[in-house]
């Protein structure tokens, strides 16, 4: 059982439109983190999200924890070619030291 | 970026022979996880350590075991490979609290 989930599963856009990913679970965490993966590579840090509600921008991405601490939202405003890549969501579960990784969005963006 | 290596990088083996996977990493990071990348799964954990000879298993830890003699180096073994063990491993290392580095990942298969 995959205690983080993301949905969609793959996205399939033209460019200069929107995308929101979500990543939920019936878990709390003590806090979510987003990654990039390029093929052929290990994954690589977007942000870190640590407050129930958080906010936090990085130019056209906004990422969101909930306010339970058991769901997050990666939005992309604009999206560009240079976005396509496999976008996965991790977090630490409360009171462990475990650090799982959600099932993973493959995104794709047309020119 | 931080140092994290993982050997071998390609590996083909046959059922029912043991293999061994190391990854080393020179941040003296104390946290080292050990996961597998499968498509429509994202990355899940295997095993995880949280020091020097402390171990934890993961979601994904059947047929598999981990030794954590230094706090450079993280080794999973495969006592008996079978060819549900075909995957991509990767190793990730990561202070308290802060962003998860991994390695290249090595690509296995049984044959």
């Known amino acids: 059982t995959q205690l983080l989930e993301q949905s969609p599963q793959f996205l399939s856009i033209q460019e200069g439109e929107n995308l929101t990913v979500y990543c939920n679970s019936s878990?709390?965490?003590?806090?979510l983190q987003w990654y990039r993966q390029e093929p052929g590579e290990g994954p690589v840090l977007l942000v870190t999200v640590v407050t129930g509600g958080e906010v936090k921008k990085l130019k056209r991405l906004t990422f969101q924890f909930g306010d339970a601490r058991k769901d997050s939202s990666l939005h992309i405003t604009a999206a560009q070619p240079g976005d396509t890549g496999l976008y996965l969501c991790?977090?630490?579960?409360?009171?462990?030291?475990?650090?799982?990784f959600g099932t993973g969005t493959r995104l794709q963006v047309f020119p | 970026d931080a140092g994290i290596t993982q050997s071998p990088r390609h590996k083909v083996t046959e059922t029912g022979t043991p293999v061994t996977l190391r990854c080393h990493q020179t941040?003296?990071?104390?946290?080292m996880y050990w996961y597998r990348q499968d498509p429509g799964h994202g990355l899940r954990l295997i095993h995880y350590?949280?020091?020097?000879?402390?171990?934890d298993k993961g979601e994904v830890s059947d047929g598999y075991s981990v030794s954590r003699s230094k706090t450079e180096d993280f080794l999973l073994t495969l006592e008996s490979a079978t060819s549900s063990q075909t995957s991509v491993y990767f190793c990730?290392?990561?202070?308290?609290?802060?962003?998860?580095?991994f390695g290249q990942g090595t690509r296995l298969t049984v044959v």
């Open positions: 878990s709390v965490f003590s806090s």
């Open positions: 990730a290392s990561l202070a308290d609290g802060t962003e998860a580095f």
């Open positions: 941040e003296n990071h104390r946290y």
């Open positions: 350590s949280y020091g020097v000879k402390d171990t």
């Open positions: 991790a977090g630490s579960i409360y009171n462990t030291d475990k650090l799982i």
